[in-house]
């Protein structure tokens, strides 16, 4: 079982995910009233399309008690779904909530997935049933909706060692100081990198390594020099940078620009992604970086105002 | 009385709760949300002391505030962040995005407030480490901004004034409409001011200057100097008999001045201002505070035909 499951196989009202296609659903409730017994309408939509997907009432039933949602499954793929249960009794009341509906149980490091990650996720990703076809999607909603702010810090800050050192295999984003930036999303590509991982995570997707063009450095020149790219929310360019940061497993995620003037990295081959990146190296050639070709962000709780100064998490 | 006390789903496949995540003390006014977490030490500043560091939401013409359509906001204070410990870093921090009413452009400005001098915090020397693109010292003028300064590209630049770290930042998607760098450095010299003008002495070693109109102190405050140009707010050159008109709209702020025949025009962010005699570069740009424009004082005075003796803290303003 993964971490945070839910034993008791039972959540209360509030954003809960779930797997797609899952049915045998039951809604336990409870409401007070002057009466004993009245009717309960539930209703169901999917938000995605705004379209109700699942309606029954329940006549006569008692003011607590439970009842089989009969016939209804979630849908196959990515989405949210919105509920709405009416008690008519003395008079009448109603609550909503909504639920996720993703490809499996999250992963790590959004293991246990946070809601407004989900809200995201589930939005931008709404429609695919597959892995591939969801980073893709999430890949591209990230470029599309984001803006790069030129490569400066952002909501990443690195390790030291006892003696001060830097250590190069992992870093610390602030989640939720990236989701309340009054431009979300903004921030550099260690941001955009670490974010993508959230959000390819928190539907069930394992692709979460993040991998550098080269090691940290405490530099006065830049590594290498770009392609022609497109960077979220600017215009085309040919940067110079020290270094780049992006999502790889055995292939390559980049929501944080495109090739040229359109051509997504969405799932590229390592050395195609390579090759598209670089123009020419102007000091250091690429490395593995970090030393052990790659990490897992450590994610952050903390608000934005709790951030340490550049550059150091510890 | 009617209430649900608890409606529970019960699952037949998977189910994962969500994380429960920390909220410290916060609150929303609209489109900003406030956080403190002064629970142990504190700066003395509250929500109003750093609105006074950055400009209002409509004081920037051509822009206005929009909340972000995922998280529903347009600015962000933090008050004594990490002042739930007992030592270490103290700081407080307002972060406010507007958007050009007609490029959608996106226009950012955040203030950073410490507890000692900003530089035991923030230097060149620290953003040089791990940093995606190397920042060049300097601000697009080449005139001495802050106490450092330092540029990202033609978009963005950082200084640091006293206990404050300022980031000024502009994004545009199209090539043609890049930004110029003097435009975010008109907004950072406002900034500047507004520190140096903080009541809780921000700037920490600022003093205002006295200016004299026939012998007479005016605008007692309101002058100041901004690396070595004395820089005042329009009303005070009225003092000394100056005819002013404002044409504020959604779009541009301009404020004609006339004296004796002779007449200025200064617009909000502009390095230049009209003359009867022409274009003339100014030496700090204009900038808004309070409600008006404020201006190089004796380029502007000078152009009405006045006459600049200054000495010390003190300029006089003398008719010809």
New interface residues.
């Given amino acids: 079982m993964p971490p945070g499951l839910d034993t008791s196989r039972a959540i209360p009202t509030f954003s809960g995910c779930y797997k797609v296609g899952t049915g045998g659903f039951s809604l336990a409730y409870s409401v007070e009233d002057q009466v004993e017994f009245g009717t309960l309408l539930v209703v169901v939509w999917d938000e995605g399309a705004g379209e109700r997907i699942w309606q029954r009432t329940y006549d006569f039933v008692p003011r607590r008690g439970q009842v089989v949602l009969e016939g209804f499954v979630l849908p196959s793929y990515i989405t949210s779904v919105g509920f709405q249960v009416t008690w008519s009794g003395c008079g009448v009341i109603f609550t909503r909530f909504n639920v996720f509906v993703v490809l499996d149980a999250p992963k790590m490091p959004m293991d246990p997935a946070w809601v407004s990650v989900l809200r995201i996720s589930c939005q931008w990703a709404r429609g695919e049933s597959t892995p591939d076809g969801a980073a893709s999607a999430l890949t591209q909603k990230l470029w599309e909706n984001g803006h790069y702010n030129g490569g400066r810090p952002g909501y990443t800050r690195y390790f030291r060692d006892p003696n001060g050192w830097p250590v190069d295999d992992g870093e610390r984003f602030y989640l939720r100081a990236f989701l309340d930036d009054p431009w979300f999303p903004y921030g550099q590509c260690n941001d955009f990198a670490n974010f993508l991982i959230c959000l390819i995570t928190s539907i069930s997707n394992p692709t979460n390594k993040a991998r550098r063009t080269h090691q940290l450095l405490f530099t006065d020149a830049a590594n290498f020099r770009t392609n022609w790219i497109t960077p979220a929310g600017q215009s085309p360019t040919k940067a110079e940078w020290t270094y780049h940061q992006f999502v790889s497993t055995n292939r390559v995620w980049d929501g944080c620009l495109t090739f040229g003037e359109g051509i997504f990295v969405i799932g590229m081959e390592f050395n195609g992604y390579k090759a598209g990146l670089v123009e020419v190296i102007l000091r250091y050639d690429w490395q593995s970086a970090p030393p052990a070709g790659w990490f897992v962000p450590e994610v952050s709780a903390i608000s934005a105002d709790q951030i340490p100064p550049w550059p150091w998490a510890n | 009385?009617?209430?649900?006390?608890?409606?529970?789903?019960?699952?037949?496949?998977?189910?994962?709760?969500?994380?429960g995540?920390?909220r410290?003390r916060?609150w929303r006014i609209d489109g900003t949300?406030i956080?403190d977490?002064g629970v142990v030490r504190s700066l003395d500043l509250n929500a109003e002391d750093m609105e006074r560091l950055i400009y209002g939401v409509d004081e920037i013409p051509g822009y206005e505030c929009r909340p972000?359509p995922?998280?529903g906001?347009?600015?962000?204070i933090?008050?004594n962040?990490?002042g739930d410990k007992l030592s270490g870093?103290l700081?407080?921090?307002i972060?406010?995005?507007w958007t050009n009413v007609s490029t959608v452009k996106?226009l950012?400005v955040e203030v950073r407030v410490y507890d000692k001098p900003a530089s035991e915090?923030?230097t060149y020397e620290?953003?040089?480490?791990?940093?995606?693109?190397?920042?060049v010292k300097g601000s697009f003028s080449g005139l001495p901004l802050g106490e450092e300064c330092f540029r990202?590209?033609k978009?963005?630049i950082?200084f640091r004034l006293g206990r404050c770290v300022v980031?000024i930042?502009l994004?545009?998607?199209?090539?043609e409409e890049?930004a110029d760098g003097l435009y975010i450095e008109a907004l950072a010299w406002g900034i500047a001011y507004r520190v140096q003008q903080h009541p809780k002495r921000l700037g920490m070693a600022q003093r205002a200057m006295t200016v004299l109109v026939a012998q007479r102190p005016v605008a007692q405050g309101a002058a100041m100097s901004l690396a070595g140009v004395t820089v005042a707010p329009v009303s005070l050159l009225k003092e000394a008999g100056t005819e002013t008109t404002v044409n504020r709209t959604r779009e541009e702020w301009v404020v004609t001045l006339k004296r004796n025949g002779r007449w200025v025009k200064v617009k909000a962010f502009s390095w230049e201002m009209e003359t009867g005699k022409g274009r003339v570069k100014l030496e700090r740009p204009v900038f808004p505070y309070k409600g008006e424009l404020i201006v190089p004082l004796r380029q502007v005075a000078e152009a009405l035909g006045m006459v600049v003796h200054q000495r010390g803290q003190t300029i006089a303003l003398m008719a010809k």
């Fill in positions: 009385m009617q209430r649900w006390s608890l409606v529970v789903l019960i699952l037949g496949g998977l189910t994962v709760l969500m994380v995540q920390s410290g916060e949300l956080r977490s972000n995922y998280n906001i347009h600015t962000l933090g008050l962040s990490n870093w700081r407080s921090h972060v406010r995005g996106l950012r915090y923030e620290n953003y040089r480490w791990g940093t995606q693109v190397l920042p990202y590209g978009k963005q950082w980031e930042a994004l545009v998607r199209r090539e890049l």
